[in-house]
T-cell receptor, first 110, second 115 residues
Framework: AQRVTQPEKLLSVFKGAPVELKCNYS??????LFWYVQYSRQRLQLLLR??SRESIKGFTADLNKGETSFHLKKPFAQEEDSAMYYC????????????FGQGTELSVKP | NAGVTQTPKFQVLKTGQSMTLQCAQDMNHEYMSWYRQDPGMGLRLIHYSVGAGITDQGEVPNGYNVSRSTTEDFPLRLLSAAPSQTSVYFCASTLVVAGVAYGYTFGSGTRLTVV
């Protein structure tokens, strides 16, 4: 079964501090992992795909299959990074469903 | 350039009423999904579809029906609204090529209140 766990409901940091939002997953097979961001009740926007290995808005995430994790990192947080962040898993072999974690609210204080 | 369009944006229903939330995409995506978003619970999958004529249940399908007669449209029907269905509903679609998903595009959501 697919499952995504984001252990932190709220992460509060000061501007300029490093950020790490945790994501662990459970999946039988080769998953595709994503990070989505939602600003102030707007629509969800795709932030990162593990396949593309891009860095967007300074965020990076590495898939660790041994630890079944896909943590989101940024070396220096900005106030505009304050938002809800969702980790999501897509499994072609499980019917093509995208399953989300519970989300982490990131608050960056000045 | 529309992407995923959801209507209506806001709706208030009385308990027991039925309604259909509309979702349309113009990107020729085969895969479409419906989610509900509730505080502290993230996004939960209601129903999803991998192509016209094919639908399947997600994590929380009870009280909802879907159909997929065209690639573009994926309406969500509430059969008999209950206060527990008060939520924000999101529709999303993605391109899948050779078993690889390119990331779902989301609609702007429908905020539903059942009184």
């Amino acid at each position: 079964a697919q499952r995504v766990t984001q252990p932190e409901k709220l992460l509060s940091v000061f501007k300029g501090a490093p950020v790490e939002l945790k994501c662990n997953y459970s999946y039988s097979g080769s998953p595709e992992l994503f990070w989505y961001v939602q600003y102030s009740r707007q629509r969800l926007q795709l932030l990162l795909r593990h396949i593309s290995r891009e860095s967007i808005k300074g965020f990076t995430a590495d898939l660790n299959k041994g630890e079944t994790s896909f943590h989101l990192k940024k070396p220096f947080a900005q106030e505009e990074d304050s938002a809800m962040y969702y980790c999501a898993l897509w499994g072609y072999n499980q019917g093509g469903k995208l399953i989300f974690g519970q989300g982490t609210e990131l608050s960056v204080k000045p | 350039n529309a992407g995923v369009t959801q209507t209506p944006k806001f709706q208030v229903l009385k308990t027991g009423q039925s309604m259909t939330l509309q979702c349309a995409q113009d990107m020729n995506h085969e895969y479409m999904s419906w989610y509900r978003q509730d505080p502290g619970m993230g996004l939960r999958l209601i129903h999803y579809s991998v192509g016209a004529g094919i639908t399947d249940q997600g994590e929380v399908p009870n009280g909802y029906n879907v159909s997929r007669s065209t690639t573009e449209d994926f309406p969500l029907r509430l059969l008999s609204a209950a206060p527990s269905q008060t939520s924000v509903y999101f529709c999303a679609s993605t391109l899948v090529v050779a078993g690889v998903a390119y990331g779902y595009t989301f609609g702007s959501g429908t905020r539903l209140t059942v009184v």
